[in-house]
């Protein structure tokens, strides 16, 4: 039995899961929340705060690969060959690049993730905020090349943005000459946290055959379930049913609409975040919102260490939507 599952049994407690979705009102910050470090900017939303041990994970499809190829989060009405074609495109990239940024701003997440990026768009990003970034490629397919970004924005990938990068992890395809890839990575923050593998992914339509079933089962089985340490995966899986994920037996996890148990007439969003549950202890809260320039509403989720009979209390950072 791996060494994870051996500590979560001794222990012999389990995670409690609350989740908040704002549904664009703030959750208050508590008294007894302290100021993040002064090395890091004080972010845009006033009733955010940080708190020992907190790390805060964003995932987001950005749907940045072109108009040629979607067409419907892409905002371009022109075609190729017309007039200002190429100067819409870049425009629309400038705005999706812009609305990561604003969100950074907002949230000041320990972690991006990014699935349905564009190398340069994410390399501009990265910069404008200061953190490292982490990618592959995905599009492959069966000529064995990566997806084009419209107007020369570089390959199609999934991504991992984050202040320090402390190492790698497993990447790659998820079949030969398929088109969904994954994507891990050594992680640390400014936080009281220790280092942590980070993955994401996207994953293939349940309507693409049995694509999505074998990449869920691969992820799962030879992915999440094999990393070592505290884990952490965040990406767009393309499951939205109630009860569908591909997270371990021993991670705890959400999706971006899912709401408390008790509330059954809430459906399941396709950005999922799931985390294994040795070292975090206090209660994770998240927060599901709109992005601007993406089909794909955000989502965030924070999570903390303290002792393990100290699973209560409210959030750490109150965000509005």
């Given amino acids: 039995m791996r060494t994870r599952r ?24 508590t008294a007894d929340e302290v100021t993040g470090p002064a090395s890091r900017p004080a972010p845009t939303n006033p009733n955010q705060a940080y708190g020992p041990g907190i790390v805060t994970v964003k995932q987001t499809n950005m749907c940045m690969w072109g108009s040629l190829e979607t067409p419907f989060c892409f905002a371009n009405s022109l075609e190729p060959g017309d007039a200002g074609w190429e100067a819409a495109e870049r425009k629309t990239a400038e705005r999706k690049r812009a609305s990561l940024v604003v969100q950074y701003e907002r ?14 768009d994410l390399e501009i990003v990265a910069e404008t905020i200061g ?11 069966t000529d064995g090349k990566p997806r084009e970004c ?16 402390t190492g790698d992890g497993p990447s790659g395809y998820f079949q030969e000459q398929g088109y969904r890839s994954y994507l891990c990575a050594q992680v640390s923050t400014t936080q009281q946290w220790n280092t942590f593998q ?14 999505q079933q074998i990449e869920c089962a691969f992820l ?4 999440l379930d094999t990393l070592e340490g505290d884990v952490i995966l965040a990406g767009d899986l393309n499951m939205k049913g109630r009860g569908q994920h591909c997270a371990p037996a021993d991670f705890n996890g959400l999706k971006n609409t899912e709401r408390k148990a008790e509330d059954n007439t809430a459906l399941s969003g396709l950005q999922h975040i799931y985390y ?15 992005v601007s320039d993406t089909d794909h509403r955000s989502f965030l989720l924070e999570l ?17 939507s």
């Fill in 276 to 290: 294994s549950s040795t070292g975090i202890w206090r209660q994770s809260c998240a927060w599901s919102y709109a």
């Fill in 304 to 320: 903390g260490r303290s002792r393990p009979d100290d699973n209560g209390g409210t959030c750490w950072r109150g965000l509005a």
């Fill in 107 to 120: 949230h000041l997440p320990d972690v991006i993730t990014v699935t349905e990026g564009c190398l340069g």
């Fill in 150 to 165: 419209t107007v020369d924005r570089g390959i199609g990938v999934n991504a991992i943005l984050a202040e320090n990068f």
């Fill in 220 to 223: 799962r089985d030879s992915i």
């Fill in 198 to 211: 980070v993955c994401t992914t996207h994953l293939s339509l349940a309507s693409q055959g049995d694509r």
């Fill in 6 to 29: 051996t500590r979560r049994w001794l222990l012999g407690v389990a995670v409690a899961i609350a989740l908040i979705v704002s549904g664009g009102h703030a959750v208050v910050a």
């Fill in 131 to 141: 953190y490292q970034l982490r990618y592959q490629e995905t599009g492959g397919g």
